[in-house]
Every structure is written in C-alpha cells, then in structure tokens.
C-alpha cells in the first residue's frame, strides 16, 4: 500500500529558530496535507497542497509539494513556544487519510 | 470549518466492559470517520460512517468490536466493545469539509483518551 517516510522523528530547538520537515512517498500523490496535533488534541489542518510545485504560506508557516509529486515539505520560521506539538503530513486517498509517522517539535526554554 | 465536539474527553474503564463515545458536528457532512491514535503513533482510521448506510471498516477492525452509529448528518458513535487494555488510546472522530470549500480536507474532533485498566 501506500507508505509515507516523514523526518526528522523529532526536533529540539532553540525559540527563533527556522525548522525544516519533510514527507516522502513511493507513489505520486494529488495532494499533501500538512496538519499540527497539541497535547490532548485533534490534528488541526495547517497548509493543503494539491498541485505539483505549489508553494503555501500560512503566516510563519510555509509548505511546498515537490515537482515530482512523490515529497513535501515543511518550514517554520522564527519558532516560538506555541509551535510545539507534532507535525503530521498526510495523503488524502479517496476520502481517506494516509498518515506520515509525525515529527514531534520541541523548543528549548 | 466544521466545529466537532467528543464526549467523554476521556475515560478510565474496566476490562470486559464497553465504551459508547459521542461525535457531533455542528454542520451537516455525508462523511465521518472514526480514528485511533496509539501512544506515540500516527493515526489509524477504523472505519467510515455514513448517514443511511452501514459503516465501512478497514482491515483489522471488525463491527463486533467497534459497532458504529450514524443516525443523522450531525451525529455518530463509536462503541468500543469488550475492551482490553490494548484498546487503550485516543479517539478521534472527523469529517469531510462536504464542499464548502474548494478543496476536500478532514477536520477532527479533540479525541477521546480511553484508558482500560
């Protein structure tokens, strides 16, 4: 079946720093949805691409969807506390959602 | 986007027992789908409910174990049955957008903590 490969597992980084995640697949994708999940909480939708090379902005959050179909990635600008969580990227297959493995942020006091 | 509410929050249950947990949404959507997120994982669906017909499950999940509800566009549940300590987890109800949008995306209820002891 289809598999996603998102890395790094985890992040620890320093506040104001830029980071930088990424998804892989084996297959070419429509879409890529990037999604935040906080403690105790649903994932929460944060960027949704669905064409090759599209580049989006959601404020200091910024998402591209590789030329060639098959990759994503995430980019945080300037991380601030609230960042914190995990960051899933996700595949959306005929109604249903093919999950990345999550990338667990967390940001140094 | 859609508001999706989940009763409980969470739970703390006994083993052999069952738990019924609530999903409301506070628009009319065709498609809600039931989630599981283990300790540390990613998320897992269970299965696909939609109003007027049986619930569609994926594989290792079977209506026994998990029965599922859909009586109306706003509303579902999901009844974990017999419940062992594996079943220990999150949650998670969501919905598709249903075209108030360009774009067809998921949005998920705040989860279900079940802890079985």
């Known amino acids: 079946g289809q598999q996603l490969n998102q890395s790094p597992q985890s992040m620890f980084i320093q506040e104001g720093e830029d980071v930088s995640m990424n998804c892989t697949s084996s297959?070419?994708?429509?879409?890529w949805l990037w999604y935040k999940q906080e403690p105790g909480e649903g994932p929460v939708l944060l960027i949704a691409?669905?064409?090759a090379g599209e580049l989006t902005s959601n404020g200091r959050l910024t998402a591209q969807f590789g030329i060639t179909r098959k990759d994503s990635f995430l980019n945080i600008s300037a991380s601030i506390p609230s960042d914190v969580g995990i960051y899933f990227c996700?595949?959306?297959?005929?109604?249903?959602?093919?999950w990345g493995a999550g990338t667990k942020l967390i940001i140094k006091p | 986007s859609a508001v999706i509410s989940q009763k409980p929050s969470r739970d703390i249950c006994q083993r052999g027992t069952s738990l019924t947990i609530q999903c409301q949404v506070d628009?009319?959507?065709?498609?809600m789908f039931w989630y599981r997120q283990q300790p540390g994982q990613s998320l897992t669906l269970i299965a696909t409910?939609?109003?007027?017909?049986?619930?569609?499950?994926e594989s290792g999940f079977v209506i026994d174990k998990f029965p599922i509800s859909r009586p109306n566009l706003t509303f579902s549940t999901l009844t974990v049955s017999n419940m062992s300590p594996e079943d220990s987890s999150i949650y998670l109800c969501?919905?598709?957008?249903?075209?108030?949008?360009?774009?067809?995306?998921?949005?998920f209820g705040p989860g279900t903590r079940l802890t079985v002891l």
């Open positions: 297959s070419i994708f429509n879409t």
């Open positions: 691409l669905y064409k």
């Open positions: 996700a595949w959306d297959s005929n109604y249903q959602l093919i």
């Open positions: 628009s009319q959507v065709t498609m």
């Open positions: 969501s919905v598709e957008d249903d075209g108030r949008s360009s774009t067809d995306t998921q949005y």
């Open positions: 409910a939609n109003q007027g017909s049986e619930a569609t499950y």
